[in-house]
């Protein structure tokens, strides 16, 4: 069993993907050629947000974001305790300084309330500048974005959403990638759209930032690319991996239907036995990951072992909190304790799931978990 299959999906649409591929090899227009421009048309439609403008990956997105805002030294950026390293990483890039929130127990999205403290906790006792703060949809759940927006305007701070595993998901009738000042998403081979190398996009409604978003992501060109105006990065999105993107887009729908599916065959499945993903209510997520949570470090270990003797692959996303990271030690300003990051980090574990997951897989996975909580 594969933890997550890319080898069905393309055999299910090799004609069309290898074709596109070809067309892109044959035109040798691999640097921002046609397919790119589409892409970025066809992005901005499907998310409902007026400016699109691709990238390398999806860190480069955040990074790209925090550039165009002109984030730098004396600037606080509130980050979610729980998450994957970039969303974090990009912040001292720029000169900044992270600080690390707490999270919902339940959703594993950035709790509303750690971050008031967070940022009361900065203005009485830094000398830094709240200016942003990044909302990422955890495993491809939306986060509070109601309550973030209320906590932003009162506090005059930017949202940027962090949207890298939520692709197509989407909460109040709005699809994610369309909820922050800027949002960012990435094409890594697993997420939910995800190409076949690095990629990444950058989503904005805001004429101004998309004008200099598109200059940073070409070393900061102005009039051409021999014109330099601003001090930028060499990250685009291969032509190659629009053409794939573009044919992959056509079957998301059907793919995120399937997972929904899946993560609902599990979750009765599982009901019960094991703390499963909160129910998401009328929002739909993207579905990046099927992560469940055991009863102590101990249970955890228990059910992996199980797992890896019934040959099932599982990953555990994430072990470590981004404070405890010995990257960010050096400048950690520790401004509100993030217990439920810690406990969620002793007990998570996320289990095989992509759309062509199958009914008898899920089972034999279930299987092997309520063997290992029978021991
Ligand atoms: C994958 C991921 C990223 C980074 O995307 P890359 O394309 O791998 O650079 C950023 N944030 C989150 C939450 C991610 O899961």
Redesign the pocket.
């Known amino acids: 069993m594969e933890f997550r299959d890319l080898k069905r999906q393309y055999q299910l649409h090799k004609a069309e993907i290898d074709g596109a591929v070809q067309e892109v090899i044959d035109s040798t227009h691999f640097i921002l050629g046609p397919q790119v421009v589409q892409l970025e048309r066809e992005l901005a439609q499907y998310t409902g947000v007026k400016h699109c403008i691709s990238c390398a ?3 480069d997105a ?1 990074q790209l974001a925090l550039m165009a805002w002109e984030i730098g030294k004396g600037d606080a950026v509130f980050v979610p305790d729980f ?2 390293f ?2 974090g990483e990009v912040v001292p890039l720029t000169g900044a300084v992270p600080v690390f929130v707490d999270i919902d127990k339940d959703t594993y999205n950035i709790s509303v309330d750690s971050l008031r403290s967070a940022i009361e906790y900065v203005i009485r006792n830094t000398d830094l500048q709240p200016k942003v703060i990044v909302a ?1 949809d955890l495993f491809g759940r939306p986060a509070d974005y109601n309550a973030i927006r209320q906590i932003a305007k009162q506090y005059g701070l930017l949202v940027l959403e ?1 949207a ?2 939520s692709f197509g998901g989407m909460a109040d009738d709005r699809k994610t990638c369309s909820f922050g000042d800027i949002s960012t998403t ?1 094409f ?1 081979p697993s ?1 939910p759209l995800g190409c076949y190398g ?1 990629g ?1 996009a950058v989503f904005t409604d805001n004429d101004e930032w998309a004008d200099k978003l598109a200059s940073l992501r070409v070393h900061g060109k102005g009039s051409d690319k021999y014109d330099n105006i601003r001090i930028g990065m060499n990250s685009r999105l291969d032509t190659i991996q629009a053409a794939v993107l573009l044919q992959k887009l056509r079957f998301l729908e059907e793919e995120l239907e399937k997972c929904g599916w899946a993560a609902a065959r599990y979750s009765e499945c599982l009901r019960g036995m094991v703390k499963i993903p909160a129910e998401s209510g009328s929002m739909r997520s993207g579905w990046a990951q099927y992560t469940i949570c055991l009863k102590d470090i101990e249970e955890r270990e228990r059910v992996i072992a199980q797992l890896n003797a019934d040959g099932i692959p599982s990953a555990i996303y994430y072990k470590k909190p981004m404070h405890r990271q010995a990257a960010f030690a050096a400048n950690l300003i520790q401004a509100v304790s993030c217990e439920n990051t810690e406990y969620i980090c002793e007990r998570c574990l996320s289990l095989p799931f992509h759309p062509y997951i199958q009914e008898t897989e899920i089972e034999a996975v279930c299987n092997s978990i309520r063997k290992a909580l029978a021991k």
């Open positions: 990956n999806g860190t955040l998450t994957f970039s969303s990422v962090d890298a595993q990435s890594f997420k690095d990444g």
